[in-house]
Structure formats: structure tokens, C-alpha cells
């Protein structure tokens, strides 16, 4: 019987997962009661014809497209799933019993995930069984066809009368046919983050993953299958990006008859989960996009995904203040006369927020440098004789220049960390990641809490809310500046996150009228699971803006730009030791979500602090196209001297062109910039000074004259 649920077809055993562009289809084998995949690709009406040569060689199960492999039943690629038995081995053999198709999509519990009413979404649950042990596996499927997004996770039930130990579990695992194809993935390290990085797909296996108990700055929990001919615009592209903010893997492999598998999850060197009688356990979910119009497309519908169904602050769609942060301005020496000479400064130059950064904290032992205090969430009364409080009424009295708003405060907490050197590490020396009576290793000074304990938890949201409980608090920055050395088990690596979540949870719920960005000395945990609770993300401790083009497009390829951190600071720059224009750096630094300063202004040089309400002007001008609008990447910085991004409101009626020049081109022309996205027939206005059809602007384009090294340009659009 043919049962159709919007975009979920349902025929006998046989699924179909439509959304605009794309199919996912696959079926439940009748003799062995295989899922076996059929089809993910562009939107089709039937299963492609099919024809399988005779079998030679080792393995019965090499030919098929399987969406559960296991491991120890003749398919020798890799396995998505792996399970120990109390016995000792490690085979299972799942099938399909039954299915369900929901409206929506669901929640999961304990992790952050993708949301959607019945207009949104619809939900397909594999139920499968393996009888010999009695463990059961829903593979749940929820399709978005308006992002041509499909999602998976995996629940694993412990029906039997034995512990079970889950050694892997990924979330997604598909078999694409025998073709050629490349890897996209997004590649760094500190202050290097989000590298794209594409190579050909080979024989045999290749991945990467992050075994730092963080997403990492090493490897984004994304990646992308495409054809050696997928450009920016034109070609096929299976992108994969992870909702979970911890350890994981991606796997790649080629087989030898020529399928490639696909598989990501949780990393599974970092898991040994216990699964007791009666007991389940829930795989991340992993976010799959189909894109026929190349890597462009592919990005445009992750952005619009996130940012309608993963975000769930409510300041997801509203326009960011250009900010102030302390840091690089001052590090650690200051006090609240400091502090508020910096608020004016900043209110006479139009920032709507200024941020104090680390050093506020710490009683018994103040924080002064990086070597103590983390844990002690108290003003340091040597620097706040009367707390904050009285400081944070002060500041927030301040009216911004040129505006009817008061200027903002916001506060930096690392929440997750303790030094040894603190009063928290003295009282709750139990409370650290460790391994038994193994040497406790330090990462800049600090060591881990153990998010899984509930004592730990409660004492960070307890710490956190009487902050900001106590003071008109409008932002918080949370860092996390070290990884995971050693813990209790494999298991522990979960545990913490699950914790971490709950944290999350508890505090953005309880304090929503508070804007929240993520980081992890920058981009080290910049993934789909923290944006789940907060709307930003601190791309980078490189604010250098040549190097932030290249982590900013990056970062792009997955996440919105309206999620992305980014400041102007001092020159030379304190990592690179570059000196670019103050213009230039703004620019760059405007295509992220959130714009600010990094720096002090008594310090910056006095004709780039007359350019700087001008900046913010311009800033706020752009921003709701930045927050709400769709990006096209027209020159990549690893391809071109030209670098140039559009960004145009949803409806298309708004638009901020961005283009840049790297490197000085003497006596030489520069090359036109064909725009992309736009009505051909429609007209545009180009800075109020000039009309052109988007024909002319998408086949002619803009040609730009440019000075020097590192030079910019900003062009406003408005549809006519």
C-alpha cells in the first residue's frame, strides 16, 4: 500500500524522502530484511534502473548500498555501527521490523537538535531488530524540502537480559554509487581555522575527525562529497555537518568495487558505552543538504536550515550591536576606572556594547594573569571595591553617541575551567576531568571540570545566574581555551557533553534577554550542537583581516554569516604583525553577524578614530542583510586576488557586495565581478548613483580601481 505524508512516500517497504531538489530513497530487502540505499541525488519519480554483475570474491555483502552496516557479516568496509556483547564478540544483525512517519521534527533528548512543525518537516522512523540479542535500532529520518535537508540520528534499545557495550555509533552512513568524486572539508588549528581543503576521493579509506573532546580547531564536524567539476555554482554536492560539539569522526571510503561510503558520528575511540538491560542510547543527529547548483547552493540552504530550525535564540534574526571587547585592548591591567573610561570612550564613538573580557574575577586568589582564579566567579574587590554592580549602573547610564540607546555590558566567564591555583580547586579537587593517580596535565594554566557530575553543573549555572542576576548583563562571551586530556573512561567524553548541554540549556532558558556568543580560543568549538543555544560564535583569536577572509568564507561553506564574531582590532596585529587600513579591516570584519572592536581607543591612532563612527554607521546599515540574507561567495581568496561576496536580503530587494584586493596589481586592469542571485530582469540601484538590470550586473559585472595592498571596497544594492 502507497502512503504519502508530504514529503515522505511510503510504498510497502520502500521509502522516498523528497524536498525541492533532492530524493533519498531506499527499501527494506525481502529476504533479509536489509535498509539498502537506492537513491540520494536529484529529485527523481522511481528507483534508477539497476543492474548488479554476478559476485566474485570475498565478500557477499561489497555490491550493496547498505544504510546500517555492521561489521562481521562479510561486508569488510567500514561499519557505522559496532556492538560488544557480554560474550565477547561484536556481531549484529539488524531488520527492518516495522515504520512510522510523523509530522514535525521531534526533539532529542539530551542533545541539541534541529526543530520544525509539520510545515516544516516530516519524520520517518525505521524500527529494526537484531533477534539473536534482542537490541532494537530506530533510525530516524526527518526531511526539510524546502533546505533539501535530510536528518539522521539513531536510537539503540537494550531489549535483552545483558549489558551491552556500544563501541560506535554513527549518525549517518550512506553509500553513494561508483563514480569519482572529491572531499571538501574545513581544516586548522589555532588561529588557523576552517582551511578549506579538497582532495580526490581514493581506494581504501580516508577521514578526519578530533579526538580533543572539543569539535576542534583541527577538523569542523563538516564535510562535503562533490563531483571533480562542482564549482561554487554549478555541479553536485553532498554536504554532512554534525550537531554536536565534541569528539568525532568522519570516515570516507572507496571500496573496491567502486561504492563510496560515507559515515559520521560520534568518534568512536571516545565512546565504550555501557547499555544496560532496558536502557537506550541517542546518536547526535547528523544534517545532510543535496545541492545539483553547486557548493554555493549547498551553503545557502545549510545557512537558511540553521537559522530557522537549529537556532533557537531569539536574537537569531535580530540586528547585532557593534560592540567593544576589553581584550586586546588591555589584557589584564585594569580596574573599574579602566573599565569605565573605556565604556565612554566607546559610547562617543557610537558602540551600542562594550564587553569586559577576562582578569574581573577571583577574591582569594585574583585573577591577574592566566595563572589563577578560574572557578572563583567573584569580583576581584582589589579592582571592584563594590562589586560590579555599581560599575555596570554607571556604565549602562551612558548614552551612545549619535543614538536614543544607552550603551550595554556585557561579561566574559570560561565557565568549564579552574586553575589549581583557585578557591574551587582547593574545596572540589574531585570536580577535575582526571585518570586515576595519573599526573593531571595543565593547558595554559588550567584544568577540566567534570561536566558529567551534576554537583558541577549546578555549580556553574548557580555561578553564572547570581552574576547575572546581580547587574544589568546584556551579553555573555563563553570560552573554553584548552581540550581534554585525561578522563575516567572513553565514556566520559559523552557524559561531558551531555552535561555541558544541560548547562547550556538551563542558563540561555533562564536568561533569554541575554545575547550568548561561543568560543574556544576562537573557533575551537564553532559547531552545529553550540548553536543550538547560542546565535554566535567567536570565528577566531585572528583578527588579522587578510587572514579572516580566508576563516571567514571558510566558516561560510557551513555556518551562517550571521553567526560569526568579528572584530576590527590594533595594528600591526598582535599574531600576524600585518598593518592594514582601518577601512579594510572593517570591511572584512562586517560580513560577520556580530561587528565590534578589539582594541582601546585612547590608544588607536587619531585619524583612524575619526573613521570609526563612520564604520558603525555603515555597520548597522548592513547588518540585517548579514543577519537574515543569503551569501554567494563570487571569488574564493584561495583562487583569486580578488576576493568578493554578495550578500542580499531574502526577499531579494536588499543587497551588500563586498570586494577586496589582496595584493597590489601595478599597470595591470582589474577583472569585472559578475554578481550572481539576482532578477535578471529587475533593476537595481547601485549606491543611490546609478541603475543596472541584474542582467547586466550577472553577465557584464562591476569593475573596481584599488590602491595598494589589502584594499576594499562596500557597495549597497537596492532592488528598484
Same mark, same amino acid.
Given at each position: 500500500?502507497?502512503?504519502?505524508?508530504?514529503?515522505?512516500?511510503?510504498?510497502?517497504?520502500?521509502?522516498?524522502?523528497?524536498?525541492?531538489?533532492?530524493?533519498?530513497?531506499?527499501?527494506?530487502?525481502?529476504?533479509?530484511?536489509?535498509?539498502?540505499?537506492?537513491?540520494?541525488?536529484?529529485?527523481?519519480?522511481?528507483?534508477?534502473?539497476?543492474?548488479?554483475?554476478?559476485?566474485?570474491?570475498?565478500?557477499?555483502?561489497?555490491?550493496?548500498?547498505?544504510?546500517?552496516?555492521?561489521?562481521?557479516?562479510?561486508?569488510?568496509?567500514?561499519?557505522?555501527?559496532?556492538?560488544?556483547?557480554?560474550?565477547?564478540?561484536?556481531?549484529?544483525?539488524?531488520?527492518?521490523?516495522?515504520?512510522?512517519?510523523?509530522?514535525?521534527?521531534?526533539?532529542?533528548?539530551?542533545?541539541?537538535?534541529?526543530?520544525?512543525?509539520?510545515?516544516?518537516?516530516?519524520?520517518?522512523?525505521?524500527?529494526?531488530?537484531?533477534?539473536?540479542?534482542?537490541?532494537?535500532?530506530?533510525?530516524?529520518?526527518?526531511?526539510?524540502?524546502?533546505?533539501?535537508?535530510?536528518?539522521?540520528?539513531?536510537?539503540?534499545?537494550?531489549?535483552?537480559?545483558?549489558?551491552?557495550?556500544?563501541?560506535?555509533?554513527?549518525?549517518?552512513?550512506?553509500? !553513494?554509487?561508483?563514480?569519482?568524486?572529491?572531499?571538501?572539508? !574545513?581544516?586548522?588549528?589555532?588561529?588557523?581555522?576552517?582551511?578549506?581543503?579538497?582532495?580526490?576521493?581514493?581506494?581504501?579509506?580516508?577521514?578526519?575527525?578530533?579526538?580533543?573532546?572539543?569539535?576542534?580547531?583541527?577538523?569542523?564536524?563538516?564535510?562535503?562529497?562533490?563531483?571533480?567539476?562542482?564549482?561554487?555554482?554549478?555541479?553536485?554536492?553532498?554536504?554532512?555537518?554534525?550537531?554536536?560539539?565534541?569528539?568525532?569522526?568522519?570516515?570516507?571510503?572507496?571500496?573496491?568495487?567502486?561504492?563510496?561510503?560515507?559515515?559520521?558520528?560520534?568518534?568512536?575511540?571516545?565512546?565504550?558505552?555501557?547499555?544496560?538491560?532496558?536502557?537506550?542510547?541517542?546518536?547526535?543527529?547528523?544534517?545532510?543538504?543535496?545541492?545539483?547548483?553547486?557548493?554555493?547552493?549547498?551553503?545557502?540552504?545549510?545557512?537558511?536550515?540553521?537559522?530557522?530550525?537549529?537556532?533557537?535564540?531569539?536574537?537569531?534574526?535580530?540586528?547585532?550591536?557593534?560592540?567593544?571587547?576589553?581584550?586586546?585592548?588591555?589584557?589584564?591591567?585594569?580596574?573599574?576606572?579602566?573599565?569605565?573610561? #573605556?565604556?565612554?570612550?566607546?559610547?562617543?564613538?557610537?558602540?551600542?556594547?562594550?564587553?569586559?573580557?577576562?582578569?574581573?574575577?577571583?577574591?582569594?586568589?585574583?585573577?591577574?594573569?592566566?595563572?589563577?582564579?578560574?572557578?572563583?566567579?567573584?569580583?576581584?574587590?582589589?579592582?571592584?571595591?563594590?562589586?560590579?554592580?555599581?560599575?555596570?549602573?554607571?556604565?549602562?547610564?551612558?548614552?551612545?553617541?549619535?543614538?536614543?540607546?544607552?550603551?550595554?555590558?556585557?561579561?566574559?566567564?570560561?565557565?568549564?575551567?579552574?586553575?589549581?591555583?583557585?578557591?574551587?580547586?582547593?574545596?572540589?579537587?574531585?570536580?577535575?576531568?582526571?585518570?586515576?593517580?595519573?599526573?593531571?596535565?595543565?593547558?595554559?594554566?588550567? #584544568?577540566?571540570?567534570? #561536566?558529567?557530575?551534576?554537583?558541577?553543573?549546578?555549580?556553574?549555572?548557580?555561578?553564572?545566574?547570581?552574576?547575572?542576576?546581580?547587574?544589568?548583563?546584556?551579553?555573555?562571551?563563553?570560552?573554553?581555551?584548552?581540550?581534554?586530556?585525561?578522563?575516567?573512561?572513553?565514556?566520559?567524553?559523552?557524559?561531558?557533553?551531555?552535561?555541558?548541554?544541560?548547562?547550556?540549556?538551563?542558563?540561555?532558558?533562564?536568561?533569554?534577554?541575554?545575547?550568548?556568543?561561543?568560543?574556544?580560543?576562537?573557533?575551537?568549538?564553532?559547531?552545529?550542537?553550540?548553536?543550538?543555544?547560542?546565535?554566535?560564535?567567536?570565528?577566531?583569536?585572528?583578527?588579522?583581516?587578510?587572514?579572516?577572509?580566508?576563516?571567514?568564507?571558510?566558516?561560510? !561553506?557551513?555556518?551562517?554569516?550571521?553567526?560569526?564574531?568579528?572584530?576590527?582590532?590594533?595594528?600591526?596585529?598582535?599574531?600576524?604583525?600585518?598593518?592594514?587600513?582601518?577601512?579594510?579591516?572593517?570591511?572584512?570584519?562586517?560580513?560577520?553577524?556580530?561587528?565590534?572592536?578589539?582594541?582601546?581607543?585612547?590608544?588607536?591612532?587619531?585619524?583612524?578614530?575619526?573613521?570609526?563612527?563612520?564604520?558603525?554607521?555603515?555597520?548597522?546599515?548592513?547588518?540585517?542583510?548579514?543577519?537574515?540574507?543569503?551569501?554567494?561567495?563570487?571569488?574564493?581568496?584561495?583562487?583569486?586576488?580578488?576576493?568578493?561576496?554578495?550578500?542580499?536580503?531574502?526577499?531579494?530587494?536588499?543587497?551588500?557586495?563586498?570586494?577586496?584586493?589582496?595584493?597590489?596589481?601595478?599597470?595591470?586592469?582589474?577583472?569585472?565581478?559578475?554578481l550572481q542571485g539576482l532578477d535578471p530582469v529587475a533593476t537595481y540601484s547601485i549606491d543611490g548613483?546609478?541603475?543596472?538590470?541584474?542582467?547586466? !550586473?550577472?553577465?557584464?559585472?562591476?569593475?573596481?580601481?584599488?590602491?595598494?595592498?589589502?584594499?576594499?571596497?562596500?557597495?549597497? #544594492?537596492e532592488k528598484l
Amino acid at each position: 500500500m502507497k502512503v504519502e505524508h508530504k514529503s515522505i512516500v511510503v510504498n510497502g517497504t520502500s521509502f522516498a524522502l523528497n524536498g525541492a531538489n533532492f530524493s533519498y530513497r531506499f527499501h527494506a530487502d525481502s529476504e533479509t530484511g536489509e535498509l539498502i540505499g537506492d537513491h540520494f541525488g536529484g529529485h527523481i519519480d522511481e528507483d534508477p534502473v539497476a543492474q548488479i554483475p554476478p559476485r566474485h570474491g570475498w565478500s557477499p555483502q561489497d555490491h550493496l548500498r547498505r544504510e546500517l552496516p555492521d561489521i562481521g557479516r562479510g561486508d569488510f568496509r567500514t561499519p557505522a555501527i559496532r556492538i560488544k556483547h557480554t560474550s565477547g564478540h561484536t556481531i549484529t544483525d539488524f531488520r527492518y521490523h516495522s515504520h512510522s512517519v510523523i509530522g514535525g521534527k521531534p526533539s532529542l533528548v539530551g542533545l541539541p537538535s534541529t526543530f520544525g512543525t509539520d510545515a516544516d518537516a516530516s519524520t520517518l522512523v525505521v524500527h529494526m531488530r537484531d533477534h539473536e540479542s534482542d537490541i532494537a535500532a530506530d533510525l530516524s529520518y526527518s526531511v526539510f524540502p524546502g533546505c533539501d535537508a535530510i536528518v539522521r540520528s539513531i536510537v539503540i534499545k537494550n531489549e535483552g537480559e545483558e549489558a551491552i557495550t556500544i563501541e560506535k555509533a554513527a549518525s549517518f552512513s550512506v553509500d !553513494l554509487p561508483y563514480n569519482d568524486y572529491d572531499m571538501l572539508e !574545513l581544516r586548522g588549528e589555532w588561529a588557523r581555522e576552517c582551511t578549506r581543503t579538497r582532495s580526490k576521493i581514493n581506494y581504501g579509506v580516508q577521514g578526519f575527525g578530533s579526538s580533543a573532546g572539543y569539535s576542534s580547531h583541527y577538523h569542523n564536524p563538516f564535510f562535503s562529497i562533490v563531483s571533480p567539476t562542482t564549482t561554487e555554482s554549478q555541479g553536485d554536492a553532498w554536504g554532512f555537518s554534525l550537531v554536536y560539539s565534541g569528539s568525532f569522526s568522519v570516515e570516507v571510503e572507496k571500496s573496491a568495487k567502486g561504492l563510496t561510503r560515507a559515515v559520521m558520528g560520534l568518534n568512536p575511540d571516545q565512546l565504550s558505552w555501557s547499555l544496560q538491560p532496558g536502557q537506550s542510547f541517542t546518536s547526535p543527529e547528523s544534517v545532510s543538504v543535496f545541492s545539483n547548483s553547486g557548493l554555493g547552493h549547498m551553503s545557502r540552504q545549510f545557512h537558511r536550515l540553521y537559522r530557522k530550525h537549529l537556532i533557537k535564540s531569539k536574537f537569531v534574526t535580530e540586528p547585532r550591536p557593534a560592540l567593544l571587547n576589553s581584550w586586546e585592548g588591555l589584557f589584564f591591567d585594569f580596574d573599574q576606572n579602566t573599565i569605565f573610561k #573605556l565604556a565612554q570612550e566607546s559610547a562617543s564613538l557610537g558602540v551600542k556594547l562594550v564587553v569586559l573580557d577576562d582578569g574581573w574575577f577571583g577574591v582569594k586568589y585574583p585573577r591577574v594573569n592566566d595563572k589563577a582564579g578560574l572557578g572563583d566567579w567573584e569580583a576581584n574587590p582589589a579592582r571592584f571595591p563594590n562589586g560590579l554592580k555599581p560599575l555596570v549602573d554607571q556604565i549602562t547610564q551612558l548614552q551612545v553617541s549619535g543614538s536614543t540607546e544607552k550603551l550595554k555590558f556585557g561579561l566574559w566567564f570560561e565557565p568549564e575551567m579552574v586553575n589549581p591555583k583557585s578557591a574551587l580547586y582547593e574545596q572540589h579537587p574531585d570536580w577535575i576531568m582526571h585518570a586515576g593517580n595519573y599526573p593531571r596535565t595543565e593547558g595554559r594554566n588550567q #584544568l577540566v571540570l567534570n #561536566l558529567a557530575l551534576k554537583d558541577v553543573q549546578d555549580f556553574i549555572i548557580k555561578s553564572l545566574s547570581d552574576i547575572l542576576e546581580s547587574a544589568p548583563i546584556s551579553y555573555v562571551k563563553w570560552d573554553n581555551n584548552r581540550g581534554i586530556h585525561e578522563c575516567h573512561s572513553p565514556a566520559s567524553h559523552h557524559e561531558y557533553m551531555l552535561g555541558i548541554y544541560r548547562v547550556f540549556d538551563v542558563l540561555t532558558s533562564r536568561f533569554p534577554n541575554v545575547l550568548w556568543e561561543g568560543c574556544a580560543s576562537g573557533g575551537g568549538r564553532f559547531d552545529p550542537g553550540i548553536l543550538q543555544y547560542f546565535p554566535q560564535v567567536w570565528t577566531s583569536d585572528n583578527t588579522d583581516a587578510l587572514d579572516r577572509i580566508h576563516i571567514q568564507f571558510g566558516t561560510s !561553506l557551513v555556518y551562517p554569516p550571521s553567526t560569526m564574531g568579528a572584530h576590527v582590532s590594533a595594528v600591526p596585529n598582535g599574531i600576524t604583525k600585518r598593518t592594514t587600513s582601518i577601512q579594510f579591516r572593517a570591511h572584512v570584519a562586517m560580513m560577520g553577524g556580530s561587528f565590534g572592536l578589539e582594541l582601546d581607543p585612547a590608544d588607536t591612532p587619531e585619524e583612524d578614530k575619526k573613521q570609526i563612527p563612520g564604520l558603525i554607521a555603515l555597520a548597522e546599515k548592513i547588518n540585517p542583510i548579514i543577519i537574515e540574507g543569503d551569501m554567494w561567495r563570487l571569488n574564493l581568496p584561495e583562487d583569486s586576488n580578488f576576493p568578493a561576496a554578495l550578500f542580499m536580503s531574502e526577499d531579494g530587494s536588499k543587497g551588500v557586495l563586498f570586494v577586496f584586493q589582496i595584493r597590489a596589481t601595478t599597470s595591470h586592469l582589474t577583472p569585472f565581478i559578475r554578481l550572481q542571485g539576482l532578477d535578471p530582469v529587475a533593476t537595481y540601484s547601485i549606491d543611490g548613483e546609478r541603475d543596472l538590470t541584474g542582467a547586466t !550586473l550577472m553577465n557584464g559585472g562591476m569593475q573596481f580601481y584599488f590602491e595598494g595592498d589589502c584594499d576594499s571596497r562596500v557597495v549597497m #544594492l537596492e532592488k528598484l
